[in-house]
C-alpha cells in the first residue's frame, strides 16, 4: 500500500480539536469497557489506545506504512501487550473467532470494500463478540449531494477517505450482526462534509 506520508504527519494535530471537544470522549464511552483479546482495525496513529483501559491484549492492524510508523511510537499509551500488524481490513491475517472485540473508528470511509471489511470482522469474532464503529457517514439531501460532489478531490488529499460512505445502511444490511445501541450525531460545523457521524455497539450472531 502506497504510504500517505504528508497526510500521517498532519493527521493527529488536523484531529486534535475535535479529539478535545468530543472525539475523545466518545472513544472512552464505547473502548473502555472492551475485556480480552480487542483487534483495532486501521488503527491510524494509535488514538484508541489510551482508551481500551480493560483489554488484556490489543492486535492493531495498519496497513498504509507512514501511519504504521507513528502508531508504533503509541504503543507505550496502552495498558495492555499490543501488536502491530500489517494488514488490510478485507483481509485479515487472523483464525475465525479469535478477538472478544473489533473495533472500527474513522476507518470504514477508507475502505476498498465496506463489506468485505465487515464480513472479516465477524469472521475473526467469537460468537457474541463485541462490534464497535464510531465513523462519519453520508448526509442527508443537500449535504449528501455536496459529499458527492466533493468525494473524488477529498480521496486525493484525504488518503482515500470517502465523505459520502453509508457505512450505516453497509452495517444494517448484513444479518451476522446485531445492533445494540446506534447513535448519530453532528458536532462538527454544517460546512465540513464528514458529518454526521454514527457511534454504533452491535454483537455477533
Not at 34 to 56: I, K, M, P, S, W
Not at 63 to 76: F, I, N, S, W, Y
Not at 104 to 120: N, Q, S, Y
Not at 128 to 139: F, K
Amino acid at each position: 500500500m502506497r504510504a500517505h506520508r504528508l497526510f500521517a504527519a498532519c493527521y493527529d494535530r488536523m484531529n486534535d480539536a475535535a479529539e478535545r471537544r468530543f472525539l475523545g470522549r466518545r472513544r472512552h464511552d464505547l473502548l473502555h469497557g472492551l475485556t480480552g483479546t480487542v483487534l483495532d482495525v486501521g488503527a491510524g496513529t494509535g488514538a484508541n489506545f489510551q482508551h481500551l483501559r480493560a483489554a488484556e491484549r490489543i492486535v492493531a492492524t495498519e496497513p498504509d506504512p507512514a501511519m504504521r510508523k507513528r502508531l508504533e511510537r503509541r504503543t507505550g499509551e496502552a495498558a495492555a501487550p499490543v501488536e502491530i500488524r500489517d494488514a488490510p481490513a478485507e483481509s485479515l491475517p487472523f483464525p475465525d473467532g479469535s478477538f472478544d472485540a473489533v473495533v472500527f473508528t474513522l476507518v470504514l470511509c477508507t475502505v476498498a470494500d465496506p463489506d468485505a471489511a465487515l464480513a472479516e470482522a465477524r469472521r475473526v469474532l467469537r460468537r457474541d463478540g463485541t462490534l464497535v464503529l464510531l465513523e462519519h457517514v453520508r448526509g442527508d439531501e443537500r449535504l449528501a449531494r455536496v459529499q458527492d460532489r466533493i468525494t473524488p478531490l477529498w480521496k486525493r488529499v484525504g488518503a482515500g477517505c470517502h465523505p459520502n460512505r453509508d457505512s450505516l445502511a453497509t452495517l444494517r444490511r448484513r444479518d451476522e450482526f446485531t445492533l445494540d445501541s446506534v447513535e448519530e450525531f453532528a458536532e462538527l460545523p454544517r460546512w465540513v462534509p464528514a458529518s454526521p457521524m454514527i457511534q454504533v455497539t452491535a454483537h455477533a450472531r
